[in-house]
């Protein structure tokens, strides 16, 4: 079987894990590395035993053997490299944030349209199965028509000192749930009211509490706290609730569905997203790429998610992170 030869495009925490969910896949061949960092390119080179590493990502795409790229930059470094990919004629995986602002996701949109390769953005959890099951659910008309939805998407404080300087929990994790109520109810937002709570001091707020009202009438709250105790005992807390007139559906992600003690106490890991089982990495992430291998090969445009449907959900958060730094109610 012929791969799709991919090269990714920076290589922080998230790009490594990228570079685990390709060589999980059989589909795809991890090919290059390209990063401005020196010393972490070397390390990842010999991690991964690969031999063309680019520090400026015009040569990666020079190379006419690359088939792809996946962008892991910082959201705010997503534009330049992406249209240069689409211009190239790569496919490309884009991490979400699509971009950090509407005019840079328009560009990006635009050039897709015209664009040789595909583009995907990464909205993992539309791969998440529970999600996936919701939306057929949903989709079907088993709990009628979605009048409300509730989620939490709460993380431990040890994992966002850092990442608290480059971007918030709204743009950064609440993002996934507007993109799955606007997936859920195949309406847009027509309002945001969002306020936030500073523990720390960073660039960003600790914590991010929205609300949404729907042009279908339907309302929303989510709730993003980026700060939870340092011993809090799993990754992640998750959950998310629809409110039909016929019906409810309720998902709960990652904790507990696993519970583990030990001499050293008590813990939940990562079952649903990239966890690592018989040494390779599954989950969501492995199955998101390998979806996307698919499209790479067939020449097929991916439909699970669109660039305007990722580009809806960056236009929902930046409302939201504006009501928070105004305190008036964004209208979209």
């Not at 070397?42 to 400026?56: C, F, N, P, V």
Request: hydrophobic share 40%; aromatic share 8%.
């Amino acid at each position: 079987m012929e791969r799709t030869r991919i090269g990714v495009i920076g290589l922080g925490w998230f790009g490594e894990i990228h570079c685990d969910a390709i060589k999980a896949n059989p589909a795809l061949e991890l090919a290059a590395l390209c990063t401005r960092t020196e010393s972490r390119l070397e390390e990842l080179a010999r991690k991964y035993d690969i031999a063309q590493t680019y520090t400026d990502y015009h040569a990666l795409l020079a190379n006419p053997d690359i088939d792809a790229v996946s962008v892991v930059t910082m959201w705010d470094q997503h534009t330049e490299p992406t249209l240069a990919a689409l211009d190239a004629g790569k496919h490309v995986f884009l991490e979400k944030p699509m971009a950090h602002t509407l005019e840079d996701c328009r560009k990006i949109c635009d050039a897709a349209k015209t664009a040789k390769g595909h583009l995907m953005i990464g909205h993992i959890c539309r791969f998440n199965p529970r999600y996936a099951a919701a939306r057929q659910q949903i989709a079907s008309g088993a709990i009628g028509k979605v009048l409300c939805m509730s989620s939490r998407r709460n993380i431990p404080a040890a994992w966002t000192p850092e990442i608290l300087n480059k971007i918030g929990p709204i743009i950064g994790d609440a993002i996934h749930d507007t993109d799955l109520m606007l997936w859920f109810t195949g309406a847009r937002v027509v309002s945001a009211y969002a306020q936030t709570v500073d523990l720390r001091g960073k660039k960003y707020p600790d914590i991010g509490q929205t609300m949404y009202r729907f042009d279908n009438g339907a309302t929303a709250t989510l709730e993003t706290v980026w700060c939870m105790p340092e011993k809090t005992p799993f990754d992640i807390d998750e959950r998310m609730s629809v409110i039909g007139s016929d019906g409810l559906i309720h998902i709960q992600d990652t904790f507990p569905n696993i519970g583990i003690v030990t001499a050293d106490g008590f813990r939940s890991p990562d079952t649903t997203y990239w966890p690592v089982l018989n040494g390779r990495l599954s989950g969501a992430l492995r199955d998101e790429f390998a979806y996307f291998a698919q499209c790479c090969a067939t020449n097929t445009p991916p439909a699970i998610i669109t660039p305007e449907e990722s580009m809806a959900a960056v236009e929902a958060a930046l409302a939201a992170e504006e009501s928070a730094a105004t305190g008036e109610v964004v209208r979209l």
